[in-house]
């Protein structure tokens, strides 16, 4: 059986394609499906990301403190033993 890679690129004419990340693999004949993302597949993680965080800060989200994080892990684990 061959390996199958999925990776996303970017056409810059009608017929190349830049990966945005490199194969393992030798020049060689492969088969390249191509699917259209749309425009909004060319944010970044960061960006996305970040877009996320505005809006939860934008609804008065707040991220639990690393010490009320510990205290229910804490808890949780001491709910095991009973």
Known sequence: MHNAYIVTGTLTNERTVTLDEAL????????????????????SYQEIVAAIRERQ??????????????AYLQAERDSWGK
């Open 24 to 43: 393992p693999l030798t020049s060689t004949k492969v088969r390249l499906v191509v699917e259209p993302l749309g425009s909004a597949s060319h944010r």
């Open 57 to 70: 800060a934008a609804r008065g989200h707040r991220p639990p403190t690393t010490e009320e994080v510990d």
